[in-house]
């Protein structure tokens, strides 16, 4: 008898190891990314410890999965996405998020983007300097307009688009957890209004005087506030994005700017972090 309770305790004990140590959310692994919006939503119930365990168990079993949402009415549904790129997939209403644990890993780290092919709308010229595209993602972080090795520049005055875009292609695709823009000094309300989007569509002329909005989006400045030399980091929240390029569009006029008629995209780097994943 003796010898069946010691090992019904062994068994008991056994298990309450397996739920813990299998179960349970590991900290190292994932992280919670709803966290400030979840008081903006009204989220009236937190997802259960056991329910956010058997998610994030259905997650690490899913190839490419990166994030998963669980219900907040009460049934536990579970969702994990293999592919965050739809811009209509990130329902934040009635769903806490759950994503790998990569932020504080890759945030200001090495930039994906440094050295790697990219594009923008139009090219700014000046004497004999051509603003182009990959002096945004050359590793230089000058920010003064008329020094060496200058920035990325779009056309000027009445030439100036009315969505001048930039992009970066990162050659295959990536988890992106957050994108960082260094501003220019001066001229610095030029950067303005935009929107920083990840995906796997390619940005082409037919933009140039649309808003483009195939790839998700990251994160948007609202207005100017972007101040002298000053970075601004988008970290993709709720989720981190799949893709393949980074785009950075202005997509409205500057209201209250010296320059309310006209946008000009400056940009003195563009650093781009994530991980390539492998499940």
């Keep these: ?65 990166v994030c998963a949402r669980i219900s ?18 990130l329902k934040t209403t009635g769903f806490a998020y759950y994503a790998v644990d990569m932020y504080k890993k890759t945030l200001e ?10 594009y923008q709308s139009s090219t700014y010229r000046l004497k004999n300097v051509k603003y182009t595209a990959d002096r945004a993602n050359d590793g230089n972080r000058n920010v003064e307009g008329f020094l060496q090795p200058y920035f990325a520049h779009t056309m000027d ?8 875009w930039w992009q970066v292609d990162l050659e295959e695709e990536y988890v992106i957890t957050g994108i960082f823009i260094l501003n220019r000094r001066n001229w610095a309300f030029r950067l ?18 649309e808003i483009f909005e195939e790839n998700s989006l990251c994160g948007e400045n609202v207005g100017g506030g972007i101040g002298d030399a000053v970075v601004k980091k988008f970290v993709c929240l709720p989720c981190p994005l799949h893709g393949r390029y980074i785009s950075v569009q202005i ?3 500057c209201d209250g700017c010296p ?9 003195a780097e ?9 499940p």
């Design 1 to 65: 008898m003796e010898q069946w309770k010691n090992g019904l305790i062994s068994l008991i004990f056994l298990t309450l190891w397996f739920q813990s140590a299998i179960l349970s959310p590991t900290p190292k692994s994932y992280i919670r990314t709803s966290g400030k919006r979840e008081k903006g939503l009204g989220i009236a119930r937190i997802p259960e410890r056991i329910e956010v365990a058997s998610c994030m168990a259905r997650c690490q079993q899913t190839p490419s999965c």
């Design 72 to 89: 907040t009415t009460g049934n536990g549904a579970c969702e994990t996405f293999t592919n965050t790129s739809n811009p209509n997939i």
């Design 259 to 267: 320059e309310d008629d006209a946008n000009v995209l400056q940009l």
């Design 192 to 209: 303005h209004d935009i929107q920083v989007r990840v995906g796997n569509v390619k940005l082409s002329k037919k933009w140039d005087n």
């Design 251 to 253: 997509i409205k006029f």
């Design 109 to 118: 780290t090495y930039s994906l983007a440094l050295a790697k092919p990219s």
């Design 157 to 164: 005055g009445p030439d100036s688009e009315p969505y001048p």
């Design 270 to 278: 563009v650093d781009v972090y994530g991980y390539k994943h492998i």
